[in-house]
């Protein structure tokens, strides 16, 4: 079936480590999206890349980082900088906007929690 | 920055009737997109409808339909014969035109809506 995998679902770390989250999609898109949910404010966007060996910040970039070494993954590290880690991830991916197919799809999120 | 706001929290309604969830944007575009999403307990969003600015005509989708007011910058979301399976958080997005480069969707902070049996 075709879909994004968000992995794993909950996840808890200690803080000041660096914890890595796994989104893969087979929709074959080539934008990919990643989003920071939390209580009461909606979805606000950590970092997005269009193609493959690039990607742009979003709004809330500090203390996060990402690759996209394939066309299909696109992971993201939480760093021990980010202050407030805590809080559910979202991954998205949407064809190629040129295209015009503008929606996004989501993947089921992780739950990271970090004491 | 672009915003949208979604002022209704929480909403309920009874089994089988029609509900209004309400969305106001703020944009200096012309062409855009907007979109309705649902995310139920198991947190995945689910896309519920689609809006391209430069169409008059509201977007339907079954039970679902839209009231887009361009001049008012205002987009909502009516839930006819609501059923259980429609609880849920549903939120707003507003995507910049193509043109502009930005690809990744506005949220709003959502209306969470109670479904009474």
């Known amino acids: 079936d075709g879909g994004i995998t968000q992995s794993p679902k909950y996840l808890f770390r200690k803080e000041g480590q660096n914890v890595t989250l796994s989104c893969e999609q087979n929709?074959?898109?080539?934008?990919m999206y990643w989003y920071r949910q939390d209580p009461g404010q909606g979805l606000r966007l950590i970092y997005y890349?269009?193609?493959?060996?690039?990607?742009q910040k979003g709004d809330i970039a500090e203390g996060y980082s990402v690759s996209r070494e394939k066309k299909e993954s696109f992971p993201l590290t939480v760093t021990s900088a980010q202050k407030n880690p805590t809080a559910f991830y979202l991954c998205?991916?949407?064809?190629?906007?040129?295209?015009?197919?503008?929606?996004?799809?989501f993947g089921p999120g992780t739950r990271l929690t970090v004491t | 920055a672009q915003t949208v706001t979604q002022s209704q929290p929480e909403m309920s309604v009874q089994e089988a009737e029609t509900v209004t969830l309400s969305c106001t944007y703020d944009t200096s575009e012309s062409d855009y997109y907007l979109f309705w999403y649902k995310q139920p307990p198991s947190r995945q969003m689910i896309l519920v409808i689609r809006?391209?600015?430069?169409?008059?005509q509201n977007a339907t989708e079954n039970r679902f339909s839209v009231n887009f007011q361009k001049a008012a910058k205002s987009f909502s979301l009516k839930i006819s014969d609501s059923q259980l399976g429609d609880a849920a958080m549903y939120f707003c997005?507003?995507?910049?035109?193509?043109?502009?480069?930005?690809?990744?969707?506005?949220f709003g902070t959502g209306t969470r809506l109670t479904v009474i049996p």
């Open positions: 890349s269009q193609i493959v060996n690039d990607f």
């Open positions: 929709l074959n898109h080539d934008a």
């Open positions: 809006q391209e600015a430069y169409k008059q």
């Open positions: 998205a991916s949407s064809p190629d906007t040129s295209k015009g197919s503008y929606e996004q799809y």
């Open positions: 997005a507003y995507k910049p035109p193509r043109q502009t480069g930005a690809n990744n969707l506005f």
